[in-house]
């Protein structure tokens, strides 16, 4: 493997399956979830996950949260 570290990342989800441009989610060996849009991944521990979710959901108007509104048009969460 010419010096390679080895992956030892479990793929969970792949939005579209063998395009590895596409959004996915992955677990690491130390158990933190890694999430890669765009090229770009951030790995953090569930527990912050959590939290930036939980951040996110307070800023969402009561009324649409039970519905999927405040989702983007292409189904991800906007940036806020």
């Known amino acids: 493997m010419n010096g ?18 596409s959004p996915s989610i992955h677990v690491t ?6 999430i890669q849009v765009g ?3 951030i790995v953090l521990p569930v527990e912050a996950w959590f939290r930036a979710a939980e951040k996110h959901h307070e800023g969402i108007d ?3 949260r039970d519905t999927g509104a405040g989702w983007g048009p292409d189904g ?3 940036i806020r």
Not at 4 to 21: C, F, I, M, Q, S
Not at 29 to 34: F, L, P
């Open 4 to 21: 390679a570290a080895k992956n030892t990342d479990k793929e969970l989800w792949r939005r579209l399956p063998g395009d590895v441009y």
């Open 29 to 34: 060996v130390k158990g933190d979830i890694g």
């Open 39 to 41: 090229g770009k991944v």
């Open 62 to 64: 009561p009324r649409q």
């Open 76 to 78: 991800n969460i906007p």
